[in-house]
């Protein structure tokens, strides 16, 4: 990648305590529910990059601090949003407590970890996905007040984590089915006891929709790829021509509208 093609670097204020360094590369985030394959395509997108000859780096959630580690245990192991497996909750939960905890541990991702990598690499791939986060936030707070508008509590979470929410260059969006999505979830085994899985079962309807509304209101920065039943392969050359036509350059051949 040229200096030409580099973003230009964040512009830091030198008291807000972030850790964000200077945005050189391009930061691509893999999207999509559970199931849809993000980890397989966040991989092999970074081996088609190294091929073409840049530096490219996945990045899952980095490392955590002692901080960080115990609120990724809670959040995790011990939510909040524990359900019972019958559709409610074991206890009365504070959705807003949740979603910010959630949006805390998130900050830090984005400014301790993407942050500095982007000065160090060409490409950094987000396996877990950036939206996602917001969808996730979305659906809590619109599950819990049903008689809010949900574009309206979108416009809220989107001016609370502006400060450091790093937006993708690009977000490949794994477009698959709810119920298909579901059901990958429960034959890799998630939903055995585990509440976080079993959180995640219970709630995927209401996370698709949001999900959903989130993209829409980032659509210039969303490449929708159809998933369905096509094979991994046939996936990643799908995302390699998307990715081509940011970088203005081929990836393995592929063309370039650029």
């Known amino acids: 990648m040229t200096?030409?093609?580099?973003?230009?670097?964040?512009?830091?204020?030198?008291?807000?305590?972030?850790?964000?360094?200077p945005r050189l590369g391009r930061l691509v985030c893999v999207e999509g529910l559970w199931g849809a394959g993000k980890s397989t395509a966040a991989i092999g997108l970074c081996q088609?990059?190294?091929e073409a000859g840049y530096t490219a780096r996945v990045v899952h959630h980095g490392p955590r601090s002692a901080v960080i580690d115990a609120?990724?245990?809670?959040?995790?192991?011990?939510?909040?949003?524990?359900?019972?497996?019958t559709g409610g909750f074991t206890a009365s939960h504070h959705a807003r407590?949740?979603?910010?905890?959630?949006?805390?541990?998130?900050?830090?991702?984005?400014?301790?970890?993407?942050?500095?990598?982007?000065?160090?690499y060409d490409v950094v791939v987000a396996d877990q996905g950036l939206y996602?986060?917001?969808?996730?936030?979305?659906?809590?707070?619109?599950?819990?007040?049903?008689?809010?508008?949900?574009?309206?509590?979108?416009?809220?979470?989107?001016?609370?984590?502006?400060?450091?929410?790093?937006h993708p260059d690009v977000a490949v969006f794994l477009d698959t089915p709810w119920p298909l999505a579901r059901e990958r979830a429960i034959a890799r085994g998630h939903g055995g006891g585990n509440p976080g899985s079993v959180e995640r079962l219970m709630f995927l309807?209401?996370?698709a929709a949001a999900y959903r509304l989130v993209l829409a209101a980032h659509q210039d920065r969303v490449a929708r790829i159809r998933v369905g039943l096509r094979p991994p392969d046939q996936v990643l050359s799908q995302i390699t021509d998307a990715l081509a036509r940011l970088l203005g350059a081929p990836l393995n051949?592929?063309?370039?509208?650029?």
């Open 97 to 120: 407590v949740d979603v910010l905890l959630r949006l805390a541990r998130e900050a830090h991702h984005h400014t301790r970890v993407l942050g500095p990598l982007l000065g160090e």
């Open 253 to 258: 051949g592929a063309p370039s509208d650029a």
């Open 48 to 50: 088609v990059l190294a």
């Open 132 to 166: 996602s986060k917001l969808a996730y936030a979305l659906a809590v707070l619109a599950e819990t007040q049903p008689d809010a508008d949900p574009t309206m509590l979108l416009t809220g979470l989107r001016g609370l984590v502006a400060p450091w929410f790093l």
């Open 71 to 85: 609120l990724s245990h809670l959040l995790d192991e011990e939510p909040l949003r524990d359900r019972t497996g």
């Open 205 to 207: 309807p209401q996370f």
């Open 3 to 21: 200096t030409t093609q580099r973003r230009t670097p964040i512009v830091q204020t030198p008291d807000d305590g972030f850790v964000v360094g």
